[in-house]
């Protein structure tokens, strides 16, 4: 796919960057116009697989987290990206309710989240770290369509 | 993040300002427990009106309460959830164990 515009942020795997990042990439999706209610549902998205980052990917020490987003007509598509320790079992990990820290009251429920908040969700644990590909089309205030 | 309380007859009112995520959790379950420990209340009313943001670790955070007072005999509410507040506690079927009052 083409974009008609890109971005890319690298920060360190600290929580106090989540509103950071999800704010950041919800300002980048401004040009295309979403409603709050798309706007919000990114934000949630981006927070759900920025977390997972920091407290599974870097589980004891500091790394980096790279977000990159493309924007092509009415699609944003958002790239969330570790090197750390990686998911033994990606399918097992994305049913809901599943956490490998469950004395820490998670909820297991950050994939689902993510699923029902974007249309599509591709998860690929490589050699080193995670990458989440994540897409949604914008139906955006249709009155105001950026004709940019 | 900000929480603040008060209690009415024997109802215990919780009210979640700002943002709630894994930044805030640890502040938010600390300070929801101080005040869910103190007093003597018969149920507790969670308003979230104030709630700017919330993700899944939220979701996790408002478990961790639930299953505390569940010991107790004490049931919590949910009041005012924004729309995304409302969809995630729906998606998660959170008002299975914390319903939602008006």
Known sequence: MEYKNEMTLRFNSLSVNEGFARAAV????????????????????????????????????????EIWV?????????????????????????????????????AGMGFTVMESFMDNVVVSSKDSGVEIVMTKRLEGKKAMLNRG | MQINSHMFQDTLYLS???????????????NMDRLLEEGFFKQVIIDLSELEFMDSTGIGVMIGRYKKMKEKNIPIFISNPSTHADKIFKMTAMYQIMPKIN
Do not use: M
């Open chain 1, 26 to 65: 919800a300002g980048f999706c401004v040009q295309l116009n979403p409603t709050l209610d798309e706007i919000t549902d990114i934000k949630t998205a981006v927070s759900e697989a920025v977390t997972n980052c920091v407290v599974h990917a870097y589980p004891k020490s500091l790394g980096q987290i």
């Open chain 2, 16 to 30: 979640i300002q700002g943002e709630l995520d894994e930044h805030s959790a640890s502040y938010a379950r600390e």
């Open chain 1, 70 to 106: 493309g924007v092509s007509d009415q699609t944003v598509v958002v790239k969330v990206r570790d090197w750390g320790v990686g998911i033994k079992d990606i399918k097992r990990a994305r049913e809901p309710f599943f956490t490998t820290k469950p004395s820490e009251e998670r």
